[in-house]
C-alpha cells in the first residue's frame, strides 16, 4: 500500500533527522540568548506578574522570550493537559530563549545543517533540551500603537523535534512591520504524542495521544487573554507554520478547543486535510497500540513507573511518536470529516507547498526502471497504468524524478489542494501558492521557503542573490498583508487572485511572479 511505503520512507527519514546520539539536558547558555540584544525593556505588568524583554540592536523591536504559558509538564504531570502557569514574585526576566522541548540531536544531521543548509553558525546548534518546555517568545514594536496583527507560529520538526526560536522564524523583521509575532514550543515525541488507555482512564476530558496539540490550545489561550498587555489585537490573530508545524495549524481550525483564538491560517508544505493522511495523523488504535509496545519496553508495570522513568531514557524509545489522533476532545472526528461538516473555524486560509518538498526524503528511498512500476502499483493501486501514462520513465534518472513528484503530490500538495477546496467552498477568502525558486541552499525543497515568507534571509548570505532578496520582500509582504488584513494582495505586488469555483490557479513564486495551474492538478484524481 502507498500509505504504508510512504510511512516507510517518512520514519526513516525520521531516524536518521531525530536518532538518539546525543541527547541535551537543560542549561542556560549564551547561545540560547538572541544575539546583539542586551537592552532591557521597561518592566510590563501581566496577570502573571511582571516582566521585562530586552531591546534588538536599534531598539526598534522588543524581545520578551521564554515566558512560560504553562506549568512544567513534568512528574505527575507528564502526558497531562497543560495547566494554567503559575504566578511569580518580583520581575521575570525574559532575556534568553528557554530551552527547546525534550528531544535527540543526531551528529550526522548537525553536520549536513551546519554545513549545507545552515552554514551560517545556528543558535539552535547542540541547543539545550529539556521536559520543561511549555514557553513562548513575543516580539513586539517599540510602539505606542495598540491593537496590533498578531502572528502565532508553530514550528515544524516531524512532531519529533524542532525549536520555536530557530532564526528563520524570527519574529524581528516583522514586528518592524508593526505586527506581533509569537513563537510556540510544545510538547514532541514520546512526551508529546505518546497514547495509553490508562491516561485516557485518568484524564477528566477521556484524551490521550494529543499532548503536544493540547500544548498549542494551551498558548493560544494564554495569546488570547494576555497578548493585550504587549500592544497585540487578541480579536485579529493569525496563526502559521510550516511541515508538521502547518498539520499543527489544519488541525488547530478543526479543533474545537481554538474556536476563539484565532481568526485567520497560514499554512506551508503540509495538512492533514484528507481522507486518508499520510503522515502526522494516526488511528487511535494504533496509537494505543505503540503505548502498549513503550509500556513494555521500558519493563513498566503501570503509569505511574512511566512517569518515574527520566527524560533522558525515555526519549530514546525505540518507537516513534509523531502523529496526532482522534481522541475525542481536541479532534472529536478526523479534521477530513471536521472540514467536510464546515465546522472549521479560519476565517481566511494562505497555504501552498514547494515544488520539490520530497527531494530530501528520496535520498533513502531506492528507485530505478526496475521497481517503477511497482512503486506506481502501491501508490495507485487501481489507476497505476494510467499514472505512467502521465510519466512514463525510461532512465533510472526519470524514475527518481518522477517518483519525487508523486511522493511531492501524495504528501504535500494533495492535502492543501484539499485543503483549499474545502476553505474556498465555504466562501471564505483562500490563497494558494507553489514555491519554485531556486538558491544555493534549500532551493525550493522542503523548507525552502520560510526565510522568503518571515523575511529572513541573512542580509551577508552566500547562497542568495538579488533576486532572492526581492522574492523575499515581495514574499513577506504578502504575509504581511494577509496577517494584518486576510488578504495578501497590496500596492506594488502583482496581484495574487484568491483560489475560487472559477479561479483554481496558484501563485507561482519564483523570479518572477505569476499565476499558474497547479503542476500535479493531473495526479489528483488518483490520489487514494
Same mark, same amino acid.
Given at each position: 500500500?502507498?500509505?504504508?511505503?510512504?510511512?516507510?520512507?517518512?520514519?526513516?527519514?525520521?531516524? %536518521?533527522?531525530?536518532?538518539?546520539?546525543?541527547?541535551?539536558?537543560?542549561?542556560?547558555?549564551?547561545?540560547?540568548?538572541?544575539?546583539?540584544?542586551?537592552?532591557?525593556?521597561?518592566?510590563?505588568?501581566?496577570?502573571?506578574?511582571?516582566?521585562?524583554?530586552?531591546?534588538?540592536?536599534?531598539?526598534? @523591536?522588543?524581545?520578551?522570550?521564554?515566558?512560560?504559558?504553562?506549568?512544567?509538564?513534568?512528574?505527575?504531570?507528564?502526558?497531562?493537559?497543560?495547566?494554567?502557569?503559575?504566578?511569580?514574585?518580583? @520581575?521575570?526576566?525574559?532575556?534568553?530563549?528557554?530551552?527547546?522541548?525534550?528531544?535527540?540531536?543526531?551528529?550526522?544531521?548537525?553536520?549536513?545543517?551546519?554545513?549545507?543548509?545552515?552554514?551560517?553558525?545556528?543558535?539552535?546548534?547542540?541547543?539545550?533540551?529539556?521536559?520543561?518546555?511549555?514557553?513562548?517568545?513575543?516580539?513586539?514594536?517599540?510602539?505606542?500603537?495598540?491593537?496590533?496583527?498578531?502572528?502565532?507560529?508553530?514550528?515544524?520538526?516531524?512532531?519529533?523535534?524542532?525549536?520555536?526560536?530557530?532564526?528563520?522564524?524570527?519574529?524581528?523583521?516583522?514586528?518592524?512591520?508593526?505586527?506581533?509575532?509569537?513563537?510556540?514550543?510544545?510538547?514532541?515525541?514520546?512526551?508529546?504524542?505518546?497514547?495509553?488507555?490508562?491516561?485516557?482512564?485518568?484524564?477528566?476530558?477521556?484524551?490521550?495521544?494529543?499532548?503536544?496539540?493540547?500544548?498549542?490550545?494551551?498558548? !493560544?489561550?494564554? @495569546?488570547?487573554?494576555?497578548?493585550?498587555?504587549?500592544?497585540?489585537?487578541?480579536?485579529? @490573530?493569525?496563526?502559521?507554520?510550516?511541515?508538521?508545524?502547518?498539520?499543527?495549524?489544519?488541525?488547530?481550525?478543526?479543533?474545537?478547543?481554538?474556536?476563539?483564538?484565532?481568526?485567520?491560517?497560514?499554512?506551508?508544505?503540509?495538512?492533514?486535510?484528507?481522507?486518508?493522511?499520510?503522515?502526522?495523523?494516526?488511528?487511535?488504535?494504533?496509537?494505543?497500540?505503540?503505548?502498549?509496545?513503550?509500556?513494555?519496553?521500558?519493563?513498566?508495570?503501570? !503509569?505511574?513507573?512511566?512517569?518515574?522513568?527520566?527524560?533522558?531514557?525515555?526519549?530514546?524509545?525505540?518507537?516513534?511518536?509523531?502523529?496526532?489522533?482522534?481522541?475525542?476532545?481536541?479532534?472529536?472526528?478526523?479534521?477530513?470529516?471536521?472540514?467536510?461538516?464546515?465546522?472549521?473555524?479560519?476565517?481566511?486560509?494562505?497555504?501552498?507547498?514547494?515544488?520539490?518538498?520530497?527531494?530530501?526524503?528520496?535520498?533513502?528511498?531506492? %528507485?530505478?526502471?526496475?521497481?517503477?512500476?511497482?512503486?506506481?502499483?502501491?501508490?495507485?493501486?487501481?489507476?497505476?497504468?494510467?499514472?505512467?501514462?502521465?510519466?512514463?520513465?525510461?532512465?533510472?534518472?526519470?524514475?527518481?524524478?518522477?517518483?519525487?513528484?508523486?511522493?511531492?503530490?501524495?504528501?504535500?500538495?494533495?492535502?492543501?489542494?484539499?485543503?483549499?477546496?474545502?476553505?474556498?467552498?465555504?466562501?471564505?477568502?483562500?490563497?494558494?501558492?507553489?514555491?519554485?525558486?531556486?538558491?544555493?541552499?534549500?532551493?525550493?525543497?522542503?523548507?525552502?521557503?520560510?526565510?522568503?515568507?518571515?523575511?529572513?534571509?541573512?542580509?551577508?548570505?552566500?547562497?542568495?542573490?538579488?533576486?532572492?532578496?526581492?522574492?523575499?520582500?515581495?514574499?513577506?509582504?504578502?504575509?504581511?498583508?494577509?496577517?494584518?488584513?486576510?488578504?495578501?494582495?497590496?500596492?506594488?505586488?502583482?496581484?495574487?487572485?484568491?483560489?475560487?469555483?472559477?479561479?483554481?490557479?496558484?501563485?507561482?513564486?519564483?523570479?518572477?511572479?505569476?499565476?499558474?495551474?497547479?503542476?500535479?492538478?493531473?495526479?489528483?484524481?488518483?490520489?487514494?
Amino acid at each position: 500500500m502507498m500509505k504504508k511505503r510512504i510511512l516507510i520512507t517518512l520514519t526513516a527519514f525520521t531516524l %536518521i533527522t531525530a536518532t538518539s546520539i546525543i541527547t541535551s539536558c537543560a542549561t542556560q547558555k549564551d547561545f540560547v540568548r538572541p544575539a546583539n540584544y542586551t537592552l532591557k525593556t521597561e518592566v510590563l505588568t501581566i496577570p502573571q506578574g511582571q516582566i521585562q524583554g530586552i531591546y534588538n540592536q536599534d531598539q526598534t @523591536v522588543q524581545l520578551f522570550a521564554g515566558v512560560p504559558y504553562a506549568k512544567p509538564p513534568v512528574g505527575d504531570l507528564r502526558w497531562k493537559e497543560p495547566q494554567d502557569p503559575e504566578p511569580w514574585e518580583g @520581575v521575570f526576566s525574559a532575556d534568553h530563549f528557554a530551552p527547546e522541548a525534550m528531544q535527540t540531536h543526531s551528529k550526522l544531521v548537525s553536520i549536513i545543517w551546519n554545513n549545507y543548509y545552515h552554514p551560517q553558525k545556528s543558535r539552535t546548534t547542540d541547543c539545550p533540551s529539556s521536559e520543561d518546555c511549555l514557553y513562548l517568545n513575543i516580539w513586539k514594536p517599540e510602539t505606542e500603537k495598540k491593537d496590533l496583527p498578531v502572528l502565532v507560529y508553530i514550528h515544524g520538526g516531524s512532531f519529533c523535534n524542532g525549536q520555536s526560536f530557530f532564526e528563520e522564524i524570527d519574529g524581528e523583521n516583522m514586528a518592524k512591520r508593526d505586527i506581533i509575532v509569537v513563537t510556540i514550543a510544545y510538547r514532541v515525541n514520546v512526551f508529546g504524542f505518546f497514547a495509553l488507555q490508562e491516561l485516557m482512564d485518568e484524564s477528566p476530558n477521556h484524551t490521550t495521544g494529543n499532548y503536544g496539540l493540547l500544548d498549542m490550545a494551551k498558548a !493560544l489561550e494564554w @495569546v488570547n487573554k494576555n497578548i493585550s498587555y504587549f500592544g497585540g489585537n487578541p480579536n485579529n @490573530v493569525t496563526i502559521a507554520g510550516e511541515s508538521a508545524g502547518s498539520s499543527a495549524v489544519s488541525t488547530m481550525c478543526a479543533s474545537p478547543l481554538t474556536k476563539d483564538y484565532f481568526n485567520r491560517a497560514i499554512g506551508e508544505s503540509s495538512s492533514v486535510i484528507v481522507e486518508n493522511p499520510k503522515h502526522s495523523f494516526r488511528s487511535l488504535e494504533t496509537a494505543l497500540k505503540m503505548g502498549e509496545d513503550i509500556k513494555k519496553e521500558f519493563k513498566a508495570k503501570n !503509569l505511574a513507573d512511566l512517569r518515574k522513568i527520566p527524560a533522558e531514557k525515555l526519549v530514546r524509545t525505540k518507537f516513534t511518536n509523531n502523529s496526532c489522533t482522534v481522541d475525542g476532545y481536541v479532534l472529536p472526528q478526523t479534521p477530513y470529516e471536521i472540514y467536510k461538516q464546515g465546522l472549521n473555524h479560519e476565517e481566511a486560509l494562505l497555504n501552498g507547498y514547494n515544488l520539490h518538498e520530497s527531494y530530501a526524503w528520496m535520498v533513502f528511498t531506492k %528507485i530505478n526502471t526496475k521497481n517503477y512500476d511497482q512503486l506506481l502499483q502501491t501508490a495507485f493501486p487501481k489507476n497505476w497504468e494510467s499514472v505512467k501514462k502521465l510519466y512514463p520513465a525510461t532512465t533510472n534518472q526519470e524514475a527518481k524524478d518522477y517518483y519525487t513528484d508523486i511522493f511531492t503530490t501524495v504528501c504535500f500538495s494533495y492535502p492543501h489542494h484539499v485543503w483549499t477546496e474545502f476553505v474556498s467552498s465555504q466562501n471564505k477568502p483562500t490563497y494558494m501558492y507553489c514555491f519554485t525558486k531556486q538558491n544555493r541552499q534549500y532551493k525550493d525543497h522542503h523548507t525552502g521557503e520560510i526565510m522568503y515568507a518571515y523575511d529572513n534571509i541573512p542580509l551577508d548570505s552566500k547562497n542568495h542573490d538579488e533576486s532572492d532578496f526581492i522574492l523575499e520582500k515581495q514574499m513577506s509582504t504578502y504575509w504581511e498583508n494577509f496577517i494584518k488584513t486576510g488578504n495578501p494582495n497590496g500596492p506594488n505586488l502583482p496581484e495574487w487572485k484568491p483560489y475560487t469555483e472559477n479561479q483554481k490557479q496558484l501563485i507561482n513564486f519564483d523570479t518572477t511572479l505569476k499565476m499558474i495551474d497547479d503542476p500535479f492538478n493531473n495526479l489528483y484524481e488518483f490520489v487514494e
